[in-house]
């Protein structure tokens, strides 16, 4: 069963760090783009930052530059998105998706998705 799962999310001050994964089953990552992308109410999902196959970087959103990081570990079939100096803005409920090989900013080009984790930056 193909199957995105991720998980670290949660409550953080402003100026923390977390760190999120994105862990595959039921196929390899090795081909895939990974892109995440975040969703905060009432507003449309947004890309942030992906990952190509051959673990090129591509940044979506200008605000998390020189913040975020998404690195990816083939031995454990995982992609990681680490967010550092976190502010308010950030809260969003974080997805991970897939698509082939190179990387995309449209939702509409991915084809699986995890279930997606909390991420709320609160004092």
């Known amino acids: 069963q193909v199957q995105l799962v991720e998980s670290g999310g949660g409550l953080v001050q402003p100026g923390g760090s977390l760190r999120l994964s994105c862990a595959a089953s039921?196929?390899?990552?090795?081909?895939?783009?990974i892109g995440w992308f975040r969703q905060a109410p009432g507003k449309e999902r947004e890309g942030v930052l992906c990952?190509?196959?051959?673990?090129?970087?591509?940044y979506y959103l200008d605000s998390v530059k020189g913040r975020f990081t998404i690195s990816r570990d083939k031995g454990k079939n995982t992609v990681y998105l680490q967010m550092n100096s976190l502010n308010p803005e950030d809260t969003a409920v974080y997805y991970c998706a897939t698509t082939l090989y190179y990387c995309s900013g449209y939702v509409q080009s991915y084809n699986y998705w995890g279930q997606g984790t909390q991420v709320t930056v609160s004092s």
């Open positions: 990952i190509s196959s051959s673990d090129r970087n591509t």
């Open positions: 039921g196929f390899t990552l090795d081909y895939y783009a």
